[in-house]
């Protein structure tokens, strides 16, 4: 049966509704969005927070990686009406379906605090999402597949941006989609940050296919412009705070001394959960064992542990102890930094495990890029623009990275002396650690030479 004609037949008696604090509610029509919602693949999402340690710093951002995947959902379901309403003849009706799964299912194979996990144990959760849903034995694919068995394919090629029509993929994944739409704006609610607010009801207005993806009307450019501007702020006033960073290298340092200590045959306590990944030889059943909580409660038990720098690391993470950082300019402190690192190394710090650099870099819009599609206005009469053409504050942000280099160090040597300790025997080395930052005012790039 084809997409189209089980579409047409899989409606629900009555339309379920999801009660969200972004979108106010989330709306399923059809019997086969509630069933992947039941997955339990896709249950495991509650228990991932979407934003990881920013967590530790926001202290309003706990949603989870479900509440984000049914607002991305439903800001599609509501482009793929108003298409169906308004563009008969540019959208087609048949890929309806295969675009509201996949934008339920785009982030299915996220891991526990995400992108520090798959640094430490090399894994790729838009390859997990594949296999999620790829895999006979899934719930996912199980579902999917009653649809068509060719159906999970054509979910998983608009994941891998494969997909034949051009409007899906862009729909899911471009750099204005309904991903980042949901990310933003659900981000600076729970943050509470304002930097995320964007005018969505007037992008979805302004919305609109054509042959070679989706375009804006030209009318709507401002608000278009103001989510370029957002996404920018919050990637610099969010994504990218230093607190939060210093919890992400705090966690990051203890997976990768844990996995060490694995590997030389002396961690313990043990925590077989995370046993194959430290072996690197994991199934994908073995991935969805791990949540959130699977990490937090191996860090709880490490607190106890006979090695000091896990027990140490695991005791910061856990009790919001992160480490700290000082900002650099690359390419001019490179020696400075590399001093700094020795001292921290000369007080009998191993210098791998407790220091850390850590660049953190986006690049808000940029047409250039082969891997990105530009976003265009479209006038009138059909013709597009792009948007940086059209856009002088867009044009500024186009093509030019943004964020911060930092060294990553714990506390005292910022703070210029040790918690509980009247008098430090290694006060000569905090101290030389604070001359080096003022008198190379590594802090303050604007008084650089």
């Known amino acids: 049966m084809s997409a189209d004609k089980f579409e ?9 509704v999801f009660k969200d604090p972004v979108h106010d509610y989330v709306h399923v029509r059809h019997k086969i969005i509630l069933e992947l919602i039941d997955t339990k693949e896709f249950q495991r999402l509650r228990r991932i927070k979407q934003l990881g340690t920013a967590q530790f710093t926001f202290h309003g951002a706990e949603h989870s990686r479900f509440s984000h995947s049914l607002g991305v959902y439903e800001i599609t379901r509501k ?32 891991g526990p605090f995400s992108h520090t996990f798959e640094k430490i144990f090399d894994t790729d959760h838009e390859a997990f999402t594949t296999d999620i849903i790829l895999t006979e034995g899934t719930e996912i694919h199980e579902v999917l597949s009653r649809v068509s068995p060719d159906f999970p394919n054509q979910v998983a ?20 989609d309904a991903d980042r739409m949901d990310y933003l704006q659900r981000d600076a609610f729970f943050t509470g940050a304002t930097y995320g607010a964007f005018d ?5 207005r302004v919305i609109r ?7 804006f009307q030209y009318q709507g450019m401002h608000a278009v412009e103001d989510y370029v501007v957002s996404r920018f702020q919050m990637y610099m006033q969010v994504y990218f705070h230093p607190a939060s960073r210093g919890m992400e290298v705090t966690l990051d340092r203890l997976l990768y001394r844990a996995k060490q200590l694995y590997q030389n045959g002396e961690l313990y306590p043990a925590f077989p959960l995370l046993e194959p990944f430290f072996k690197e030889d994991y199934t994908l059943d073995d991935y969805l064992r791990l949540d959130d909580g699977v990490i937090q409660t191996a860090i709880n038990l490490w607190t106890t ?12 993470f856990l009790n919001r102890r992160p480490f700290k950082s000082v900002a650099y300019q690359k390419g001019q402190d490179e020696p400075i930094i590399e001093k700094l690192q020795d001292i921290v190394e000369e007080l009998n710090y191993d210098k791998e495990i407790f220091t850390r650099i850590n660049s953190s870099s986006d690049l808000p819009y940029d047409y250039k890029l082969k891997s990105k599609t530009p976003i265009h206005l479209m006038y009138g009469d059909g013709t597009l623009v792009e948007l940086s053409e059209a856009s002088p504050i867009v044009r500024s942000l186009s093509g030019n990275l943004h964020g911060d280099h930092r060294l990553f160090v714990p506390k005292e040597f910022l703070e210029g002396t040790k918690e509980n300790q009247e008098v430090s025997m290694f006060q000569e080395y905090y101290d030389e650690f604070q001359r080096y930052i003022k008198n190379d005012r590594i802090n303050d790039p604007s008084k650089k030479q």
């Open 200 to 204: 969505l009801s007037r992008i979805l």
């Open 305 to 316: 542990s006979d090695d000091a720098y896990l027990s140490e690391l695991s005791t910061m």
């Open 8 to 16: 047409r037949i899989d409606r629900l008696p009555f339309e379920k």
């Open 79 to 110: 482009i793929v009406d108003m298409f169906e309403r308004n563009y008969p003849k540019e959208w087609d009706l048949s890929m309806r379906l295969v675009t509201l799964c996949a934008a339920l299912l785009h982030d299915l194979g996220h």
């Open 209 to 215: 296919p054509y042959d070679k993806g989706i375009a």
């Open 157 to 176: 090629s608009v994941i891998t941006k494969e997909h034949k029509n051009p409007q899906v993929v862009q729909l899911i994944s471009s750099q204005i």
